[in-house]
């Protein structure tokens, strides 16, 4: 049973970093695209930021850009994401999920970042 195990979330000053990484365990068939979502308190999840395989493509929520970066390894099939001059507005629990080429969406248990001002 594939799984994905986030870490490195967690509290921080306004204009502080973290990173977060997510890992799948488990047999899991060809991942095609890797992302951050993100959810805070009585808003909708979003999509913060997704890489492809091959070309390695990137897209960013606009509010992020410049200061969040996407990377992943395939052969750990991990995917990082690097947050920088963090605001509060970045507060929010933090899903990891994959895509395969078989259509299968895989979610993390999520992670909590909090940025206090």
């Known amino acids: 049973q594939v799984q994905l195990v986030e870490s490195g979330g967690g509290s921080v000053q306004a204009g502080g970093s973290l990173r977060l990484s997510c890992a799948a365990s488990?047999?899991?068939?060809?991942?095609?695209?890797m992302g951050w979502y993100r959810q805070a308190p009585g808003k909708q999840r979003e999509l913060v930021a997704q890489i492809t395989s091959g070309a390695m493509t990137t897209k960013y929520l606009d509010s992020v850009k410049g200061r969040f970066f996407i990377s992943r390894d395939n052969v750990k099939n991990t995917v990082y994401l690097q947050m920088n001059s963090l605001k509060p507005e970045d507060t929010g629990v933090y899903y990891c999920?994959?895509?395969?080429?078989?259509?299968?969406?895989?979610w993390g248990q999520g992670t909590q970042v909090t940025v206090s001002s």
């Open positions: 488990g047999s899991i068939f060809r991942i095609n695209t």
């Open positions: 999920n994959f895509q395969t080429a078989l259509r299968a969406a895989y």
